[in-house]
């Protein structure tokens, strides 16, 4: 099979298919192989079809699939090999989880996307869609030129985020045709992250969620870890992190100011936490950030 990559990175690569659908991806890390004709997508893939037709089955369900079609695939998906036809040709952005979540704002909004997308994981774009998202798509690959040049991550960064948010459109024209029925897993995991966002400072312990939703801690970590893959703790961890992450480099606070606002004990507890999970202290996260 013959597949173009354009970028790979920790957390990004550009594909151009020339044969079977999504399989050129396996030149990257994002798919694991589960039998010859099967694989499990750990990234979020999102394929744009430039021409052909092919019938692929995502977890379990047949689909076919033509030019200006648009298959968005997210972590925990089972691909298996279908049909295709020789004029077959796909354009595809694949994103680690941790940068489609910096890519997106995580809220209930969100999941309410992620939710639709599970039950409809191909849509058909209009001719104004395909052209938008294509030339997103076309600049994407262009600026991989200016790799070295200042500016280069925020830069993809942005463009990735106007790429989402060309995609969201798409998604929006959908579901604002009919409402997406939740499962009661679906809904505890939607108020859950209504909950995570809405709280300031964010508790960081699952028992303060759990408790408010009228749960167990068991139970809600076991419904997000088979929602997306990640624990409550996971989650929560990383709504804090950002708000840690955001006043370093952003806020005039000092970093007492800072560790008092999000309600961490002391000095000596907020410094572990930082380094635990940014693997430096806060005050050599700030110089970083803002050198």
């Not at 298996?80 to 995580?106: W, Y």
């Amino acid at each position: 099979m013959e597949s173009d990559v354009l970028l790979v990175s920790d957390d990004f690569m550009i594909v151009r298919e020339k044969d079977a659908l999504m399989y050129g991806l396996e030149a990257g890390r994002n798919l694991s192989r589960m039998t010859s004709d099967t694989i499990k997508v750990e990234w979020v893939i999102v394929s744009i079809v430039v021409s052909g037709e092919a019938e692929c089955t995502i977890n379990g369900k047949n689909y076919n699939v033509k030019a200006h079609d648009i298959i968005i695939s997210l972590p925990n998906y089972v691909l298996e090999r279908q049909k295709k036809t020789d004029d077959l040709s796909v354009n595809s952005l694949c994103i680690s989880r941790s940068l489609f979540q910096k890519a997106i704002s995580f809220s209930s909004y969100n999941w309410d996307v992620v939710s639709f997308l599970i039950a409809h994981p191909i849509l058909s774009l209009t001719d104004m869609e395909y052209t938008c998202l294509s030339l997103y798509y076309s600049l994407i690959s262009v600026k991989i030129g200016d790799k070295n040049k200042l500016g280069y991550r925020e830069s993809m960064q942005c463009l990735l985020k106007s790429f989402m948010c060309e995609l969201y459109g798409v998604i929006g024209r959908y579901i604002s045709v009919g409402a997406v029925n939740y499962s009661q897993g679906h809904n505890l995991f939607k108020g859950f992250l209504d909950l995570l966002t809405s709280v300031y400072p964010k508790p960081r312990s699952v028992s303060f969620y759990a408790e408010t939703l009228n749960v167990t801690s068991k139970y809600l970590s076991s419904v997000c870890k088979a929602t997306c893959g990640e624990t409550a703790s996971m989650l929560i961890h990383k709504a804090v992190t950002k708000d840690i992450a955001d006043l370093l480099s952003y806020s005039n606070k000092s970093i007492k100011e800072i560790m008092v606002e999000l309600d961490f004990p002391s000095l000596s507890f907020f410094g572990k936490y930082v380094k635990k999970h940014f693997g430096v202290g806060p005050k050599e996260y700030r110089s970083k950030r803002l050198s």
